[in-house]
């Protein structure tokens, strides 16, 4: 298991089927977009999706509401700087650098639940921005500061292994 790069993955090599796979891809960008409500809340998650589509800001993974989207971006502080007007019109924004996505995928996270509890007990003591289960039951993502990845890769390798 190498961390140090930007990107990791973690494999159990018993390769069952309930076998999770753990990656990470460290140094991307946490952005939360709160609607300041200038847009009815139906519109609101489509305009700021559409501005990020304009300007070619990759998703990685999103959570949302109609009135709130959080979502690790591959964004650096230039972009950030072009788009940051545009957003502003019509959302409070919270940006944050150096975050680590963190996704765990395999069978076990939809049929037994276990996974999950054991993922949240192996993660208790660092700061989660968010998580999203997507629209698969067998992926969970988490989004975690770059500085707490390898504690995080440890302790769910030794939890989900």
């Not at 545009?86 to 963190?102: D, R």
């Amino acid at each position: 298991m190498n961390i140090n790069q930007s990107n990791t993955s973690i494999e159990n090599l018993r390769d069952t089927p309930s076998t999770p796979t753990i990656t990470a891809q460290s140094n991307v960008s946490y952005l939360q977009l709160c609607s300041l409500n200038k847009l009815p809340s139906f519109q609101f998650p489509v305009k700021m999706l559409s501005l990020l589509e304009k300007h070619k800001i990759p998703i990685l993974f999103m959570t949302s509401s109609s009135t709130n989207l959080s979502m690790i971006v591959e964004l650096d502080e230039s972009d950030f700087s072009c788009i940051y007007p545009l957003l502003n019109q019509f959302a409070q924004i919270n940006f944050e650098k150096n975050i680590s996505a963190v996704s765990i995928t395999g069978e076990d996270l939809q049929t037994t639940g276990q996974m999950e509890k054991r993922t949240i007990d192996a993660l208790s003591s660092i700061p989660i921005l968010m998580v999203s289960q997507e629209s698969s039951n067998y992926s969970l993502f988490m989004a975690i500061y770059d500085k707490d990845l390898k504690k995080a890769l440890c302790n769910l390798k030794k939890a989900l292994f």
